[in-house]
């Protein structure tokens, strides 16, 4: 009689080993090994049915398709029929049981180790291996999806506070046909779009917005940021446009010049019947404002300048309105009266007439096509000798009185300089909202599109939203929290500016450069993560994230260099602390000392170091001293360092050099731990229990990635030990996982254009 496993039963105890080897069609040289061993060292087996089993596990012999689905059909069976099955012995002895196998006793006591030991070599989890054979599958994965915990309009009305009129205006505006997200690809053809998109939002009074009364403005800068940081919702090349038009061309008249400026400019600015440009970075000194070249050269005889590009490589480049638009410009130059340098100052000079026609004495280049922003026509300017009036100085800060002679109401050059760039703070504070707000759309777009798309999951089950997946919500959850950490960061800095003092103003100008550099860092990423996490879709133009990511790409680099603008900050921090030191008698320094001591041995002793407790971790106390540590520990290790560096014979420009990696060090804890403040103050006046909730969670997530983030530097300190840093990752993961249900509610809470979104976000619904 053939020899079968429906003629020898028995042998039916090793289908699911043979099936689990072959369902990939390929039986490895270890599994081979593995399945002989175990065939030829059964003693309860005949010669004969060895043979047979050995030829199963034959690789040059694979059983027919036909086979492969018999003893699947004979797994599954005996697994509806007994759901206790919990291992591959079990499985195999029921199955040759039901086809009247007849073990004895002792056959089984034999045969059960065997084929455990079996079991353990191929690596089967057991009860895995079951599950994949069940008709239906409910696993803590599968299951996990988007819940409403909290009431989204009354989150969004929290975020946007006392601007909610003003920004559901421009909502509603950009949600029009007119503004129809259509862009061309023809480079001046998209310019030309994004003009007349300027010039519908003028003609509704939001260019002139920040402007006086008098001017036809409303007199308010907070509305002008917020203006600027709504329409990033739509296209950036729109915000840039209309940043440099109205922002930096029209506020460097309101901040640099005076009364007879105002009266001239600003109503034809704020209309945009006036276009302008805003010329201070030349090629050969970007951020260098001190050391532009361009020159104004003071003529008494006639009381006029003459502005003159002395190089080639002193044209101002890389101007907005510039290439097409423009027709006067505020440039920087150096004053020169009588061959004396009095520094930089600002003069309005003409470079086109109303009919476009570039005037005598100017040079314009067209900048050409850039990685981002097209619609906006940056420019190079030179000028060769080109007289303007006296008028047309900017002499808030600066003049020449009728002897021919300097007159400033600042006394230092420097000061002077400082004062006057001060003024153009705004810039670095509309900034960072407008990347906030490229970094939110691409979150909606990534979270939204998580939850939809669904890709692999259990045997035998619905395939799972790819937001399920740990991995995927460890990619964008910590995101996510970040943007509602610098939504009240940034809300902070706002505030700031806009009830300064004169005595607060540098420590202002210092948040201002290093939030416009943590923020559009942040955004970067974001959208990195997010165009990543959306696969082959997000790499679609209509998909926008391209789009973002390539427009918010130069972010990082103008209003000023990130690596630049976070020095700046760090050299304020480090003034500040020798200010503190400088002010200090013997008693505040022995006090200082006895109280950072203090501080190490309650924070460095092993039960804090080794603390791993849930509350603790997620205590704001905790996240509070390990932030304000870091950052006093890396600024008081800086000024050591650099008076070493110094008392070692070093001259001061090299020690700076050397500093300057600590230096963003310096910044980056000052700016991690502002944040974090403003996150619990948030806290602390959100009396709704849902939203509470939720946005804690989100502010537990911020401070511990933070933690994780830089867990090197604590353990290093001595800080945190192992277990503590092993202990925050798992609560990053958990929280990510826990925020998850809310992701979507939170994006939603953004409260984005349908309009501004993406195709990608609704797909399945338009597939059903």
């Known amino acids: ?371 981002g922003l097209n619609g906006v026509d940056n420019g190079i300017i030179y000028f060769d000798n080109v007289i303007v009036p006296y008028d047309n100085m900017l002499d808030r800060f600066a003049s020449i009185n009728k002897e021919g002679k300097f007159e400033s109401p600042i006394p230092s050059d420097n000061r002077r300089f400082f004062t006057m760039l001060g003024t153009l703070v705004g810039g670095r504070i509309g900034i960072p909202r407008s990347a906030l707000a490229a970094a939110k759309t691409g979150l909606s777009i990534a979270i939204k599109y998580g939850d939809q798309r669904q890709q692999f999951g259990p045997e035998g089950a619905p395939e799972v939203p790819i937001l399920n997946y740990r991995m995927h919500q460890r990619r964008l959850m910590p995101y996510l929290a970040n943007a509602y950490a610098l939504q009240f960061g940034l809300q902070y800095l706002t505030q700031r500016f806009l009830h300064r003092t004169e005595d607060d103003m540098q420590e202002i100008e210092a948040l201002a450069a290093g939030m416009k550099a943590y923020s559009t860092w942040n955004t970067r990423d974001t959208l990195q993560e997010c165009r990543e996490a959306c696969g082959g879709k997000g790499y679609f133009t209509e998909n926008r994230i391209g789009a973002l990511k390539n427009d918010t790409e130069i972010y990082t680099t103008f209003e000023g260099d990130n690596t630049v603008l976070m020095q700046l900050v760090a050299k304020n921090r480090l003034g500040k602390f020798r200010k503190q030191f400088g002010e200090m008698n013997f008693s505040t320094i022995f006090s200082y000392v006895v109280d950072t001591a203090k501080t190490s041995i309650t924070e460095k002793n092993p039960f804090t170091t080794r603390n791993t407790d849930e509350a603790h971790l997620k205590d704001p106390n905790f996240h509070h001293q390990a932030f304000e540590y870091r950052e006093k520990e890396i600024v008081s290790s800086a000024a050591r360092r650099f008076k070493r560096l110094v008392d070692e014979g070093l001259d001061t420009f090299d020690a700076a050099n050397i500093m300057h990696p600590h230096m963003l060090n310096i910044a980056g804890a000052y700016l991690d731990r502002v944040i974090l403040e403003q996150f619990q103050k948030q806290l602390e006046v959100t009396k709704n229990k849902e939203l509470h909730t939720v946005l804690e969670k989100l502010y537990q997530l911020f401070a511990l990635h933070k933690l994780e983030e830089n867990k090197a530097w604590y353990l290093e300190q001595g800080y945190i030990e192992g277990v503590k840093s092993k202990a925050i990752r798992k609560m990053v993961s958990q929280l990510c996982w826990e925020i998850r249900q809310d992701a979507v509610p939170l994006v939603e809470a953004f409260n984005i254009p349908d309009s501004c979104l993406a195709p990608i976000i609704t797909y399945r619904a338009a597939e059903a």
């Open 1 to 371: 009689m053939d020899i079968n496993f429906n003629t020898r039963p028995k042998l039916n105890i090793f289908i699911p080993v043979l099936y689990l080897a072959w369902q990939d069609d390929r039986l490895t040289p270890k599994e081979y090994t593995i399945l002989n061993n175990s065939i030829e060292h059964a003693a309860w087996l005949a010669d004969d049915e060895k043979n047979f089993l050995k030829d199963k596990a034959d690789s040059s012999m694979p059983p027919s398709r036909f086979e492969l689905l018999e003893w699947k059909e004979k797994i599954s069976t005996a697994l509806q029929q007994n759901k206790s099955i919990n291992n591959i012995a079990g499985l195999g002895l029921w199955i040759a049981e039901t086809l009247q196998a007849g073990f004895t006793k002792s056959e089984t006591e034999i045969i059960t180790p065997a084929l455990l030991e079996l079991e353990n070599k191929f690596g089967i989890i057991g009860a895995e291996y079951m599950a994949s054979f069940r008709e239906k599958r409910d696993t803590v994965t599968n299951a996990y999806k988007t819940l409403q915990r909290f009431d989204v309009k009354q989150l969004a009305a929290l975020l946007d506070g006392s601007q909610a009129g003003i920004i559901n205006n421009i909502k509603n505006i950009i949600s029009t046909p007119e503004f129809t997200l259509d862009i061309p690809t023809n480079t001046l053809e998209y310019r030309e779009k994004v003009l007349q998109w300027c010039k519908l939002l003028a003609e509704k009074g939001y260019g002139s917005y920040a402007y006086p009364v008098a001017q036809g403005g409303k007199n308010d800068i907070e509305g002008y940021f917020t203006i600027m940081e709504t329409l990033s919702y739509h296209d950036l090349s729109l915000v840039i446009k209309f940043g440099v038009q109205f922002g930096l061309w029209g506020m460097s008249i309101l901040s640099l010049g005076t009364e007879k400026h105002y009266k001239k400019y600003l109503k034809d600015v704020g209309t945009l019947d006036l276009p302008g440009c805003f010329a201070m970075t030349e090629t050969h000194h970007g951020s260098n404002v001190k050391g532009i070249e361009t020159t104004a050269t003071y003529n008494h005889a006639d009381r006029t300048f003459i502005i003159n590009t002395p190089e080639r490589y002193a044209r101002k480049e890389y101007i907005g309105n510039a290439a097409n638009h423009g027709e006067m410009a505020t440039v920087f130059a150096k004053l020169i009266i009588d061959g004396k340098d009095y520094g930089v100052n600002t003069f309005i000079v003409p470079i086109r007439n109303k009919n476009k026609e570039t005037l005598q004495g100017i040079t314009l280049e067209d900048c050409g096509h850039k990685m």
